[in-house]
């Protein structure tokens, strides 16, 4: 018998959902990359559900408690008090989400002998220490793909809420206004800006396909160069640095790693580099941005807007600054939501996961690990310190 503990975020203030906006959801055979969805022997739950939650707990429990396991699920997290904390020292597999992460440092990795595998019940594993699981033999896993889309699709639509100024237009709506002239003195058209991607894998790639038809010049930099048919095919420009990329963009899309290399790369001197008015985009880790510097490019008008659904810590402070500077388009960490009954599955009948679901294996980083993170030290024993982030 194992025993899995799940981090998940509390449900609804008006309570566990009893009916949907609709009544199924449409379902892609498989990902852009030609692998398919995954497909677990059997779920419990019908396609469209809320499964995030705590009361959702990720359709799991029928089948694992069917095969002798152990669930528990909280949203408690934070603290030495946490549930996730009480839970640990016998806990087999942790599983938690990006939106809501169980911060899995080296202090809590020491805290749980029995510790073996810890799921990213979607895509980043940021909230893990790599280092301290590859040093424990402890295997690192995510769903690879299962909301690249998803996520793609909220930088395009905070993009054009930006460049549109939607949200203060809406506002005027809300409270009564008519203010034509308020709407439009910020709203500007994308078509023919310059939009850039650091960095260009599974959902900065999707983003280039998806801004491709609104007849903006499309940039990106990667220290993974694009194949020149699929630059061709995009039409997109390859730049050596970030320095480089962002001097000519008017709509910059953040979509890289975070490690030591990233942290605070977007400060008050590459903000400087931007186009006076530019705007950024940020689904990637809160930590990429320099947290105040973001803020005083949009009072200084540098920046014409920010927007983003990752914030450091998560969930974000009631007085964090990102909820009232001016001109902003910040969510909670909703872009994205996923299943992993087909990673346990594989792990319970000794199954080789897929290769792309792998963070770290066997002592050592594996599979999308590799090619997204960096080895080596990424926290200094708290969450504030916590330094990966989804590739």
Known sequence: MAKIVCVLYDDPVDGYPKAYARDDVAQPKCYPDGQTLPSPKAIDFKPGTLLGSVSG??????????????????????????????ELPDADIVISQPFW??????????????????????????????????????????????????????????????????IPSYQWVVTGG???????????????????TV?????????????????????YFDRHRLPESVERELNVTYHPSVESMVEVCDVVTINCPLHPETEHLFNDALIAKMKR????????????????????ALESGQLAGYAGDVWFPQPAPVDHPWRSMPHHGMTPHISGTSLTAQTLECWFENRPIRDEYLIVSAGKLAGAGAHSYSAGDATSGSEEAVRFKKG
Request: net charge positive; proline share 2%.
């Open 178 to 196: 008519w203010n034509i002239a308020d709407c439009v003195a910020r709203s500007y058209d994308l078509e023919a800006m310059q939009v850039g």
């Open 277 to 296: 008015g530019s705007y950024i985009v940020n689904t990637a880790g809160g930590k990429i941005c320099d947290r105040d510097a973001i803020v005083r």
């Open 57 to 86: 707990e990720l359709g799991l429990r029928k089948f694992l408690e069917s095969n002798g396991h152990r669930l528990v699920v909280t949203s408690s997290k934070d603290g030495a008090d946490s549930v996730l904390d009480q």
């Open 199 to 219: 960095a260009a894998g599974r959902i900065g790639s999707a983003v280039l396909r998806r801004l491709k038809p609104f007849d903006v010049g499309l940039h």
């Open 101 to 166: 992460p169980g911060y899995m440092t080296r202090e809590r990795i020491a805290k749980a002998p029995k510790l073996r595998l810890i799921v990213t019940a979607g895509i980043g594993s940021d909230h893990t220490d790599l280092q301290a699981a590859i040093d424990r033999n402890i295997t690192v896993a995510e769903v690879t793909y299962c909301n690249s889309i998803s996520v793609s699709e909220h930088v395009v639509m905070m993009i054009l809420a930006l460049v549109r100024n939607y």
